[in-house]
C-alpha cells in the first residue's frame, strides 16, 4: 500500500511538472502574440519581423501573403485599424504539441475608423514554433464578423 502511494505521488508530481512547463511555454508564446500585436499597432516593422518565422504565412481578407509581403503592405494599414479600435478579449485557448504552439484567440474589437462606427467579433489562429531564439510566428490567420 505504502508502495502504491508513494508511486501516485511521484506520478502526480511529474505530471504537475509537465503541466507547470506547457503552461510556461504558452504564456510565452501567448506574450509573443501580445508583443506582436503592440507591434502592429506601434507601426514597429523592426519588432514585428523579429517575431515572425522567416517562412510566416499570413491569411486575411481571403488572401494569403509571405512574411515580407504582409509586412510591406497589410502590416500598415493593419496597425491603424487597431490602433483605432478597443479590443477585448473574449475566450483564449493555447495547445502545445511538441515545438508548436496553437493559439485560438476570440476577440471583440469596436471603434470608429474612417469615419464609421465599428463593431465586429474577430478570430485568430497562430501557429508559433520554437526556435533557438525563442518562439516565432510561423502561421496567422484573423477572420472578422460584424457583431449582432
Known amino acids: 500500500m505504502r508502495h502504491t502511494l508513494i508511486v501516485t505521488l511521484i506520478l502526480f508530481i511529474s505530471s504537475s511538472f509537465v503541466y507547470s512547463q506547457e503552461s510556461k511555454s504558452e504564456n510565452m508564446a501567448i506574450e509573443v502574440l501580445n508583443r506582436f500585436q503592440q507591434a502592429i499597432v ?19 481578407s481571403g488572401g494569403m501573403e509571405t512574411k515580407s509581403e504582409y509586412l510591406s503592405h497589410h502590416f500598415h494599414s493593419d496597425g491603424k485599424f487597431l490602433s483605432a479600435m478597443e479590443r477585448k478579449v473574449i475566450s483564449r485557448e ?28 474577430s478570430a485568430e489562429l497562430a501557429v508559433l514554433v520554437s526556435t533557438d531564439e525563442g518562439w516565432k510566428i510561423s502561421a496567422l490567420h484573423w477572420s472578422s464578423r460584424s457583431s449582432r
Open 94 to 121: 493555447a495547445a502545445q504539441e511538441g515545438s508548436t504552439i496553437w493559439v485560438s484567440t476570440v476577440s471583440e474589437m469596436k471603434g470608429t475608423y474612417n469615419d464609421r462606427d465599428i463593431a465586429v467579433n
Open 42 to 60: 506601434d507601426n514597429n516593422t523592426e519588432l514585428a519581423s523579429s517575431l515572425l518565422h522567416d517562412e510566416a504565412l499570413i491569411l486575411e
